[in-house]
């Protein structure tokens, strides 16, 4: 589902974007890192696509899912260089 990520549809967007926010705030553990990974891409249309729902995510969830919001920003980090 997250590979579809980039459909040029907007309804299909704005569904698909849905449903992996609720995937991504009922299993975090499970879901966030292949959301991650999107964030992290190179093609900037999915990068920003998949910031848009973290964001998203952080918002909504501020006050409510401290751990996932916890999850989501370190994930987000830059890895450290060797």
Known sequence: MVSRIS???PKVYEVLSMIISK???THPS???WSLLAVVKS???DRA???AAIIN???VRLLAH???LRLL???GSKEPAKV
């Open 7 to 9: 459909h040029p549809n």
């Open 72 to 74: 989501i920003v370190e």
């Open 23 to 25: 995937i991504v705030s």
């Open 65 to 67: 899912h401290l751990l």
């Open 30 to 32: 499970q879901a966030l």
């Open 48 to 50: 920003a696509r998949g």
């Open 56 to 58: 998203k995510l952080k």
């Open 42 to 44: 190179s093609v900037p």
